[in-house]
């Protein structure tokens, strides 16, 4: 049985896996194996790489995709975690609305592109609608089943104990649903950046969704191939960053209840 990784190697591991994958990429393409027309070799990505940043197009481009997935994602999670929390404490409500949100919960997005172009124009705004799509469904999925699913002895004690409402939420029903909270918060923010690229590609003029299409139109496959990396790299960084709500204290408890 394999240990657990120390802090260094945690991080070494995945970078020399990553350095290893350019190499075999560079020795193929050293070997002919394509045609550099067809793919790029890592030399041409890296010059590419370099025009982008010192013309300012990677910063400006990479903040405003950053800009549409805060202000979208945002904005589901305002409205999807009160509205989870209300659906799966009433069970009423929930054989009432849950059918409509697992009938519009499959729909894909991107579907929703031509609708939000006509409702919004081009621009930010039917890129943030798409956002808040994608991110809200599956926010409001999981908090109504995660509250649903607390065990009603939890709920009877804290009643006993005085506590209603707005208390009663913030001392046991976040708590116990926070940890399938966090796991939905990273799907969907990991959809949120999905669906930003794509909707860039088709309804806003910059971001790194439009650097990619606006180089496959100039036949810039270098270009293509860096806004790939510059994606994948992102989304490993709001990953991380979410993930970082798993240590705070007040998860203590209804993790180790978990388990």
């Not at 409509?100 to 894909?108: D, E, G, N, T, V």
Request: net charge positive.
């Amino acid at each position: 049985m394999n240990a657990h990784p120390d802090g260094a190697s945690r991080y070494w591991r995945p970078v020399a896996a990553f350095g290893v994958l350019v190499l075999a990429w560079q020795a193929a393409a050293s070997a002919g194996l394509f045609s550099s027309k067809v793919f790029p070799t890592p030399a041409q990505c890296l010059a590419g790489l370099v025009e982008v940043v010192r013309d300012g197009r990677l910063f400006s481009y990479t903040v405003a995709s950053l800009f549409r997935v805060t202000v979208g994602w945002y904005i589901a999670v305002l409205l999807a975690i009160p509205l989870g929390i209300v659906l799966g404490g009433k069970a009423a409500l929930q054989e009432a609305i849950n059918p409509l949100l697992q009938f519009l919960r499959p729909i894909s997005p991107l579907a929703w592109i031509p609708l939000a172009m006509i409702w919004f124009g081009i621009g930010d705004p039917p890129a943030v609608f798409l956002i808040f799509l994608a991110s809200f469904f599956p926010l409001v999925v999981a908090t109504m089943g995660a509250v649903a699913g607390i065990k009603p002895l939890y709920v009877r004690a804290a009643r006993n104990m005085g506590l209603q409402g707005s208390r009663l939420v913030l001392r046991v029903v976040l708590p116990a649903t926070l940890p399938s909270i966090i796991v939905s918060l990273r799907i969907s923010v990991g959809i949120a950046w999905l669906v930003v690229v794509a909707a860039e590609m088709i309804a806003v003029k910059s971001g790194l969704g439009f650097l990619i299409i606006d180089a496959r139109n100039a036949l810039r496959l270098d270009l293509v191939v860096v806004g790939m990396v510059v994606i994948g790299l992102i989304g490993i960084v709001l990953d991380r960053a979410i993930r970082r709500l798993e240590q705070l204290p007040s998860l203590g408890w209804s993790l180790a209840r978990q388990r």
